[in-house]
């Protein structure tokens, strides 16, 4: 069975950073992408950024560009998203994702119990 | 504001058809598939249809869907009080290279 499990969420100050991590099991990470999805009540769900199979290649929505850096050590079967700067807004619950279909990384199958990040003075 | 269009709430009574609807473009829903996930309260997201129609192992029969052009609309049937939540369209964004996802529908069973 598909488990991810993420750790590392907190209250943080504004400008502050933070380190989520996320790990899998129950599949061969390697093999899929990987996403981190981020809820608020008020915007619902909002993709952050994901990363290849490699980890060679990464990609961020622009909200985050720049401060964020998603990572995975695939020898440990581990997502991580390094947050710098963060901001009021990037309050959130933050999911780790998989797909299990190598032909649509967009296709998110598995999630886990999300982290809370709550950036606040 | 999402790039996916939603209506932000439906709702029907136990047993009955809703229908909720996304719309996109050419850059997402109309040149990839669309994808629909469901969130319920105090639970992780859940993958309900994937490539536009098909159903994961699990998920019942009651919730279909279908994609048009640069639309996509879920249909659930036989209305549970335990559908209610909220509901979400998502497809691969090109100018992204990640997934889009349409603001969510609130689903109340009255």
Same mark, same amino acid.
């Given at each position: 069975? %598909?488990?991810?499990? +993420?750790?590392? &969420? ?6 502050? /950073?933070? $380190?989520?991590?996320?790990?899998? @099991? ?21 993709? %952050?950024?994901?990363? +290849?199979?490699? &980890? ?6 622009? /909200?985050? $560009?720049?401060?964020?850096?998603? @990572? ?50 | ?110």
């Amino acid at each position: 069975e %598909v488990h991810l499990v +993420e750790s590392g &969420g907190a209250l943080v100050q504004p400008g502050g /950073s933070l $380190r989520l991590s996320c790990a899998a @099991s129950g599949f061969t990470f390697s093999n899929f992408w990987m996403s981190w999805v981020r809820h608020t009540p008020g915007k619902g769900l909002e993709w %952050v950024a994901n990363i +290849e199979q490699d &980890g060679h290649k990464t990609h961020y929505v622009d /909200s985050v $560009r720049g401060r964020f850096t998603i @990572s995975r050590d695939n020898a440990k079967n581990s997502l991580y998203l390094q947050m710098n700067s963060l901001r009021v807004e990037d309050t959130a619950l933050y999911y780790c994702a998989s797909g299990l279909d190598r032909g649509d990384p967009g296709r998110l199958d598995c999630w886990g119990q999300g982290a809370l990040v709550t950036v606040s003075s | 504001q999402s790039v996916l269009t939603q209506p932000p709430s439906a709702s029907g009574t136990p047993g009955q058809t809703v229908t909720i609807s996304c719309s996109g473009s050419y850059s997402n829903i109309g040149g990839n598939t669309a994808n629909w996930y469901q969130h319920l309260p105090g639970t992780a997201p859940k993958l309900l249809i994937y490539n536009n129609n098909q159903r994961p192992s699990g998920v019942p029969d009651r919730f279909s869907a279908s994609k048009s052009g640069s639309s996509a609309s879920l249909a659930i049937s036989g209305l549970q009080s335990e559908d209610e939540g909220d509901y979400y369209c998502a497809a691969w964004e090109v100018s992204l290279s990640g997934p889009i996802f349409g603001g969510g529908t609130k689903l109340s069973v009255l």
